[in-house]
């Protein structure tokens, strides 16, 4: 079992920078691939970003890359997703999540997800 707590959502305005937390506790946690995902309202969730533990190496969804940052410590177990540049269209729910399958992109890989941190981009 992994627990995610996400925390750092706000209210924000376009061009702004905002970081998101994961908490991650659990066993076995380096054996899991982060990801972040959210969901606009309205809409499906999508893929964000993924990190691997062991060497922090990052993947990025096309409408993200250049101005998203994730990032993890593993002293304190804890991913995070640096968000600069903010877009209105980056108004989403914002979520944590671990998978098996490193670097995965697909929803459906991820076994645990956190609560959701709302992140509001306004114009």
């Known amino acids: 079992q992994v627990q995610l707590v996400e925390s750092g959502g706000g209210g924000v305005q376009a061009g702004d920078s905002l970081s998101l937390s994961c908490a991650v506790a659990?066993?076995?946690?380096?054996?899991?691939?982060m990801g972040w995902f959210r969901q606009a309202p309205g809409k499906e969730r999508e893929f964000v970003a993924a990190i691997r533990w062991i060497g922090g190496f990052a993947n990025y969804a096309d409408s993200v890359k250049g101005r998203f940052t994730a990032s993890r410590d593993m002293a304190t177990a804890t991913v995070y997703l640096r968000m600069n540049a903010l877009k209105s269209e980056d108004t989403a729910d914002y979520y944590c999540?671990?998978?098996?399958?490193?670097?995965?992109?697909?929803?459906?890989?991820?076994?645990?997800w956190g609560q959701g941190t709302q992140v509001t981009v306004s114009s």
């Open positions: 659990g066993r076995n946690v380096s054996t899991y691939s």
């Open positions: 999540a671990a998978t098996r399958r490193f670097g995965s992109r697909s929803e459906s890989d991820y076994e645990y």
